[in-house]
């Protein structure tokens, strides 16, 4: 039995340092390089200043706002669409607006109503009317006259009385007095309306007239239309010079003043154009007016070239290009506008990109300091990082 033992304790401490020892071996071997799931951008220069862009539309992107707080009553466009300068949006509901600019539309036609009645006068069927008084009260005055000449014959011959003679010629001025009134009634007839009643008629209706385009205008602050481009196309007969990026509001939401963001974003239908973000430290290296070469983000494969538009000369602080206002400043950048060369490209307004600058064939930087070639190809600013 005692020859049958086993030394179990000395077996496991030997195989407890065999795997120790294979253990240790095997997790030192150095890691193998990893292979990118997308291959960056690399530049197809020799020497060459590499930025991140972000691809917009020649006007900038257009961030449209409401001129009054107000809740959406329809939504006329929608994105992708182009629209032409002066083409309704978006509309807000305003329906105090239109009923007061009703009730203002009735009140001035009745001012050109009473205005076209003074010009109009006089009627004509009212002068017949004055006429035939004046001959009545004319008629009136001579059977008044020949009263009072009978009377005054009378009290000549001692038959009449001075009441009687009183009387008569009394009720001869009464018919002088109203032959008179007939006869100013019948000339203010045929004078027509008086020029004082005319310019009062006409500042009324000046007045009505400027409280109703102020209704007017009140009512088109409720709608929100494309604006005035710059970049109008050479062909005048292409009209639509604007497409809807994007639209933040529905009808039945609520937009305040001043909204919380941009109720509908417009860019013009011209060639895109390119935001390159120039790192401060290249800037020594910079030159502007040179082409460049774009890349889009996971397609390497397909190279876009851009032409140089114009640079912005006030280096700013970077910020990731995430579209936050909270992003994280921690450089500052020199924003350079490029244009796509081909007007036809297929890329979006927001893309981001790998651009390099071609620097090739110069001497010095933008500042008169030499440049230093690079050895190798030079990656993309996304994957250096």
């Given at each position: ?133 004046v ?11 020949d ?19 009183v ?123 040179r ?10 494969n397909?190279t876009?070239?851009l ?30 506008i ?48």
């Amino acid at each position: 039995m005692n020859l049958m033992r086993v030394p179990l304790i000395p077996l496991i401490s030997v195989a407890a340092l065999i795997f120790a020892a294979y253990h240790v071996s095997h997790s030192q071997a150095p890691p193998q390089k990893a292979v990118p799931p997308i291959e960056p951008a690399r530049s197809p220069f020799p020497e060459t200043v590499a930025g991140s862009g972000v691809v917009e539309s020649r006007s900038e992107n257009i961030e449209l706002a409401t001129d009054v707080a107000g809740v959406v009553h329809k939504l006329w466009v929608h994105e992708g669409e182009r629209v032409g300068v002066g083409q309704l949006l978006i509309s807000l509901d305003a329906r105090d607006v239109e009923a007061d600019l009703a009730v203002q539309e009735t009140m001035l036609k009745n001012s050109q109503a009473e205005w076209n009645r003074l010009k109009a006068m006089p009627r004509q069927e009212e002068i017949p009317s004055l006429a035939a008084a004046v001959n009545q009260a004319k008629a009136t005055v001579r059977k008044r006259q020949d009263a009072y000449e009978r009377q005054q014959r009378l009290n000549r011959d001692g038959i009449g009385t001075d009441e009687e003679l009183v009387s008569a010629r009394s009720d001869l001025e009464e018919a002088q007095a109203a032959q008179e009134q007939a006869e100013a009634a019948h000339r203010l007839l045929l004078a027509g309306a008086w020029d004082q009643d005319l310019a009062i008629a006409q500042s009324q209706i000046q007045q009505m007239e400027a409280q109703l385009e102020k209704y007017r205008v009140e009512l088109s602050r409720h709608e929100l239309r494309a604006p005035v481009s710059e970049f109008f196309l050479e062909d005048e007969s292409q009209k639509e010079v604007w497409e809807v990026l994007k639209i933040n509001r529905r009808p039945g939401e609520f937009i305040g003043t001043p909204p919380s963001e941009a109720v509908i974003i417009l860019g013009d239908t011209g060639p895109r154009r390119i935001r390159v973000d120039i790192d401060e430290h290249d800037l020594p290296r910079f030159q502007s007016g040179r082409p460049a070469m774009a890349y889009p983000r996971g397609a390497s494969n397909l190279t876009y070239p851009l032409k140089f538009i114009r640079v912005e000369p006030y280096v700013i602080p970077k910020q990731s290009l995430t579209g936050d206002n909270a992003d994280r400043v921690d450089t500052r950048v020199l924003q350079v506008i490029y244009e796509f060369e081909d007007p036809q490209v297929s890329v979006y307004v927001g893309q981001q990109m790998d651009v390099f600058i071609d620097l090739s064939n110069t001497s010095s930087g933008s500042n008169g300091q030499s440049a230093e070639p690079k050895s190798g190809p030079t990656e993309s600013p996304a994957s250096s990082t």
